[in-house]
């Protein structure tokens, strides 16, 4: 009977217990409150201004915080603090951020009724609304195919990058890289590896900071050896065609392989055909004018990428290339191929998918290849 009364009063006890305080992230000049995505939709209109409200449950439970007040001061705005908290931040006046705003993850969204200024602003798989103005002082990122940014005032930012992100800004004065749009490449290579098609935030932020450009002059070192530094940057040392401790070795390997994938807009440097052990060359996506003659000179090639090049023609010296094994002609602007692909005897593999061929042309070159595979499509 004792431990019963004993048991009863602890209860009593655990239960008059104030609740555990709310851990809220640093920041001034203003008053922090949870509200549910009810109250919050009732207030600030979230369905209409974020549409999000539906992506996190039933309004009665979605999380909401909010902060008030006519001017709100971060060091930092972060997903990982603020996402453990809450599903949407809302900030009722205008938020000032002194370091860098990272909402890459899928909670917290952000809406800010008022202005926003920030050095950095990060965004991902979220959303976030602004309904003033923002000034950005270096860079807006976008990273993400499911979060979006909309900001409905003049959005003053030197540099926008978006990797496959929903951006809606006026942002007159910026300079734009766009994944969508394939203006990515145009970064330098430290910021931006298309091969691997990695971006180097850090990197990023120390040029900008610096005041230096982030975007690749117009005015590039076209040497070999210019593009040697190039391919290295791309591919790293830890490439099997590029693993040369320097470039005079380099030149003097036997079996070269040599990958010029994403490096567009100029012809193959001369001297590319002096490397007599070259036996894999690919030019896929760069846009020649044409192909030089001199590609006979390459004595051992054994693979040849030449797809997406928008040739309109291909040289008749291409059947001195004894030892080749692959071509690939696919997406080309091409009308015939040279009779003397024909009399290519080690030729296994002919690609030329993407290439306007009528069916005639096509029935020809399948009889006069009968041991060669080809595809059309």
Request: aromatic share 10%.
């Amino acid at each position: 009977m004792r431990f019963l009364f004993f048991s009863f009063i602890l209860m009593l006890v655990l239960g008059c217990q104030a609740p555990a305080q709310t851990k809220w992230p640093v920041f001034s000049g203003g008053k922090a409150s949870l509200i549910t995505g009810a109250e919050a939709e009732q207030r600030f209109k979230i369905g209409e201004r974020l549409g999000t409200m539906e992506l996190h449950g039933k309004p009665a439970k979605v999380k909401v915080a909010l902060i008030e007040g006519k001017d709100i001061q971060m060091t930092n705005l972060l997903d990982t603090e603020w996402g453990k908290l809450c599903h949407i931040l809302i900030i009722n006046g205008n938020l000032q951020v002194d370091s860098l705003i990272s909402l890459t993850g899928g909670v917290p969204d952000l809406l800010v009724l008022g202005n926003l200024e920030a050095p950095f602003f990060y965004c991902g798989n979220s959303h976030q609304r602004v309904t003033g103005t923002a000034d950005i002082k270096y860079v807006i990122l976008g990273g993400g195919n499911d979060g979006s940014l909309k900001i409905d005032g003049r959005t003053s930012v030197p540099y926008i990058i978006s990797m496959d992100h929903d951006i809606g800004v006026n942002a007159p004065d910026a300079e734009w890289f766009d994944w969508n749009e394939g203006t990515m490449k145009e970064l330098v290579r430290e910021v931006y590896n298309p091969v691997k098609d990695q971006l180097d935030f850090k990197r990023l932020a120390q040029l900008v900071q610096a005041g230096k450009s982030i975007k690749r002059s117009a005015k590039r070192d076209m040497s070999y050896k210019g593009l040697w530094k190039e391919w290295l940057q791309l591919y790293g040392r830890d490439s099997t065609a590029l693993y040369f401790e320097s470039f005079t070795t380099f030149l003097e390997q036997e079996n070269v392989l040599l990958s010029m994938d994403y490096m567009d807009g100029y012809d193959l440097p001369t001297e590319i055909f002096e490397l007599t052990h070259l036996e894999e060359l690919n030019c896929m996506h760069i846009q020649l004018k044409s192909l030089s003659p001199a590609i006979q000179q390459c004595k051992k090639l054994k693979k040849l990428n030449l797809a997406f090049c928008k040739l309109e023609r291909i040289p008749k010296e291409i059947g001195n290339l004894s030892e080749l094994e692959e071509l690939s002609l696919s997406g080309n602007q091409l009308k015939e191929i040279p009779e003397s692909i024909f009399g290519l005897k080690k030729l296994t593999l002919l690609y030329l998918d993407g290439v306007l061929f009528t069916k005639e042309q096509q029935k020809q070159i399948l009889k006069r290849l009968p041991k060669t595979a080809v595809f059309f499509y």
